[in-house]
């Protein structure tokens, strides 16, 4: 999987003919500007929860979840200059692409999940990724890309790292912004201070990834968090909790009141299920996901 040094000129010559037939697939078209006709909220899996990262049978095991779509994650990083994809290759993308069209599924977004183990704020290269990243997205008409900032730019731990996050963001916003994308950021931050660094980048290309677990494992408000952000600077969601139950067993979660609050804010978009397994069989994917794929859908689509 690993790229090529050609990757960036090669997805240059062929993003607009790629991005045209993405185009014409109903599969992947409809639904990367937020809901898709029939609903205002649609549900999605993380390829890499399903233990399908970058793997074309995740469509399959995702539509065997119930869900309406996929989040499909770029490939892990470690030493490597940029991203370790197959998706740099026009072939795979188009069997992706001809897979979600076949299951009437979605690609909701494309995650840059290596950035939980390396230092958005500190790793060198970073453009580079993000720009590979962007390519990907131009040729499978992708709207909205996943960042984290993991452990090594936990901005609540190393509020330090502030300025070089802005700096970096502020950096690939004009990329961003050029190629008609948004990416998503998760931060540890509260929606206060986190609306003030999306403010103060101050780019409608970089938004916030909205994790409701953020919330409640720091014993904030998920509602009150998704008021101050607003509707505006919510690009995706990533509707679960860390492990240990199901949504609908979980203490902490009131999906019925988030729904209010969401249809209050007139937001609309993707509810991405990542976690929220079950502690008695946390890897028996199929039995976790559809559990919670049908829980989200009969509060969200019910």
């Not at 109903?26 to 990367?32: I, K, P």
């Not at 390519?135 to 900032?149: I, W």
Request: net charge positive; hydrophobic share 40%.
């Amino acid at each position: 999987m690993t790229m090529k040094t050609t990757r960036r000129g090669f997805i240059s010559q062929t993003s607009m003919l790629a991005a045209g037939l993405a185009l014409s697939q109903s599969g992947c078209a409809t639904v990367l500007a937020g809901a898709a006709k029939g609903g205002r909220y649609k549900v999605a899996v993380v390829d890499l929860m399903i233990l399908k990262r970058q793997k074309l049978g995740a469509f399959q095991l995702a539509k065997d979840i119930g869900a309406d779509g996929v989040e499909v994650d770029m490939g892990g990083l470690g030493n490597r200059p940029t991203f370790d994809s197959q998706l740099a290759n026009a072939e795979t993308r188009q069997q992706f692409l001809d897979k979600a069209k076949e299951l009437n599924l979605g690609v909701c977004s494309l995650g840059m999940t290596g950035f939980f183990a390396q230092s958005f704020a500190t790793r060198d290269g970073v453009d580079r990724m993000v720009q590979d990243c962007i390519d990907t997205m131009k040729a499978m008409n992708v709207k909205v890309a996943f960042l984290p900032f993991g452990v090594n730019a936990d901005l609540t731990k190393n509020p330090e790292l502030r300025p070089a996050v802005i700096e970096r963001l502020k950096m690939v916003a004009p990329k961003a912004e050029e190629a008609g994308v948004v990416i998503g950021i998760e931060s540890s931050l509260n929606a206060t201070d986190e609306a003030k660094l999306l403010d103060e980048v101050g780019s409608k290309a970089i938004k916030s990834y909205f994790n409701f677990s953020n919330a409640w494992t720091n014993g904030r408000d998920v509602n009150e968090e998704l008021m101050i952000l607003g509707k505006n600077r919510i690009c995706q969601i990533h509707c679960t909790n860390t492990d240990g139950f199901w949504l609908q067993n979980d203490p902490k979660v009131d999906l019925k009141k988030v729904k209010k609050t969401l249809d209050k804010m007139k937001w609309e978009g993707w509810l991405v299920i990542e976690r929220s397994r079950d502690a008695k069989d946390p890897r028996n994917v199929k039995w976790n996901f559809t559990a919670n794929t049908e829980y989200v859908k009969s509060i969200f689509q019910g």
